[in-house]
């Protein structure tokens, strides 16, 4: 059984650019969430997909917007990156429901300068 | 809005000594608490969880314990070991799709 990878591991992007992030979930589960992590804080919920679709989503604008695809893996785009976007992006997975346990990816680290 | 608080940033704690990581919140609505531990580079990795119909759970050397009524849960760790040491999170959802995080507590056990 693998767990949740994510890619790629660091990117150094500029201010205005857009980035992907991706995630493949772990084998069995068909939900994913994103979290921003800032530095010294805890992961903050950016959106959850469940079926292809997004199925809620924390207090972060627009530029911010992601898929899932049939096979369950995600992406996270940002676009017009600020420089306040720098922090660990982590993807987890998990089965549909309240009681299903989120399993982490190791996070890709985003630097905007 | 910080939902889910631990205000110790960091605690340090004797190998084969009970460790207690505490955690509070605000919002009546959360009915399910979990714990992660996170080790540098790495993503947080899931640990012990309690709906909020127990007020106790256990696994290992590792209990939550939630108090309803004070907003409260805190984990104990028995007897704490070196490679417990870590940044422990706590957080707490109402839904299946919004998991609020604390900012975490750092521990450091000593051998």
């Known amino acids: 059984e693998t767990g949740v990878t994510q890619s790629p591991t660091h990117l150094i992007k500029t201010r205005g650019q857009q980035v992907t992030l991706r995630c493949s979930s772990q084998?069995?589960?068909?939900?994913v969430s994103w979290y921003q992590q800032a530095l010294g804080q805890g992961p903050q919920f950016i959106f959850q997909y469940y079926r292809e679709e997004e199925n809620g989503r924390g207090n972060f604008p627009p530029r911010f917007s992601g898929l899932q695809f049939p096979n369950y893996s995600s992406e996270l785009n940002v676009n017009a990156l600020e420089l306040d976007d720098s922090a660990l992006y982590l993807c987890a997975s998990s089965r549909w429901g309240l009681g299903e346990t989120q399993y982490f990816g190791p996070g890709t680290r985003l630097l905007v300068l | 809005d910080q939902q889910v608080k631990q205000n110790s940033p960091s605690l340090s704690v004797q190998e084969g000594r009970i460790s207690i990581l505490n955690c509070d919140y605000t919002n009546s609505m959360f009915d399910y608490f979990l714990w992660y531990k996170k080790y540098p580079a790495e993503g947080p990795t899931f640990l012990i969880s309690?709906?909020?119909?127990?007020d106790k759970n256990e696994d290992g050397r590792f209990t939550v314990f939630l108090n309803k009524s004070a907003k409260h849960l805190s984990l104990h760790i028995v007897p704490s070991q070196p490679g417990d040491s870590a940044v422990y999170f706590c957080a707490a959802k109402w839904n299946n799709n919004d998991m609020r995080f604390g900012a975490g507590t750092r521990l450091t056990v000593k051998p």
């Open positions: 084998s069995g589960h068909n939900t």
């Open positions: 309690i709906s909020s119909i127990k």
